[in-house]
């Protein structure tokens, strides 16, 4: 599809549990974000990839979470441990090069995850 | 830093009402502005956005927002309200990562 691609669309999953969450961005957008959305929070900006630059970790919240991105292209997003605080949907959001500095965040549909 | 509030968590009206939706920013720098929205299982899409240039911006489906710098504010307005527009809206400040508001819920009513 044309659009930015996430993976699972759900995740229920039992504290202390691993788990990794996909994201596909739009092709040619070099960056690529992912955002955290909580019942009422709104979105928590969790990390940033710019082309082969050093990511922007600054938003993990914790060394239980981390991210790769294989080959400028798809993006896994690690959560260990998995605490119950962990419940929320994740968010990959992609942006061509220039906009990538206007903010026009092309956003996937979200991973819901649960952690029981 | 920046950071954003959105005032209200839900704001309700009538179809073919006006459409208020208030944003207030804080940033260290010019900002850039945006409004997303959210439809019900679906990711958010830009509905528009001021960079530099003219203060009042237009976007998709009717919704305009006006940059105004000595109020730090950004409210998203829409002349009449449409029973499609029911869906959560958010405010952001930033330029290549974004900070989100919480977000407002607008409900339509017959």
């Known amino acids: 599809g044309a659009g930015v691609s996430q993976s699972p669309s759900n995740k229920v999953t039992e504290k202390g549990k691993d788990v990794e969450l996909r994201c596909d961005p739009i092709?040619?957008?070099?960056?690529l974000y992912w955002y955290r959305q909580s019942l009422g929070q709104g979105l928590e900006f969790l990390i940033y990839?710019?082309?082969?630059?050093?990511?922007?970790k600054s938003g993990l919240p914790s060394d239980r979470f981390s991210a790769e991105r294989t080959g400028g292209s798809v993006s896994t997003l690690t959560i260990q441990r998995t605490q119950q605080e962990d419940s929320a949907v994740y968010l990959c959001?992609?942006?061509?090069?220039?906009?990538?500095?206007?903010?026009?965040?092309?956003f996937g549909e979200g991973s819901r995850l649960t952690v029981l | 830093a920046q950071s954003v509030t959105q005032l209200g968590s839900h704001v309700s009206v009538s179809e073919g009402a006006l459409v208020l939706l208030r944003c207030n920013y804080s940033?260290?720098?010019?900002?850039?502005l945006f409004w997303y929205v959210q439809y019900p299982n679906q990711g958010l899409q830009l509905l528009l956005k001021?960079?530099?240039?003219?203060?009042l911006v237009k976007g998709i489906n009717g919704f305009e927002a006006e940059f105004k710098k000595s109020e730090t504010s950004f409210h998203l307005t829409k002349p009449s309200a449409h029973m499609s527009d029911a869906a959560e809206y958010f405010c952001?400040?930033?330029?290549?990562?974004?900070?989100f508001g919480k977000g407002t819920m607008l409900l339509v009513s017959p």
């Open positions: 092709s040619g957008h070099t960056a």
């Open positions: 959001a992609s942006s061509l090069p220039g906009d990538g500095n206007t903010g026009e965040l092309f």
């Open positions: 990839f710019q082309g082969n630059s050093a990511p922007d």
């Open positions: 940033s260290s720098v010019p900002p850039y």
């Open positions: 952001a400040v930033g330029y290549s990562t974004l900070t």
């Open positions: 001021y960079t530099t240039g003219a203060t």
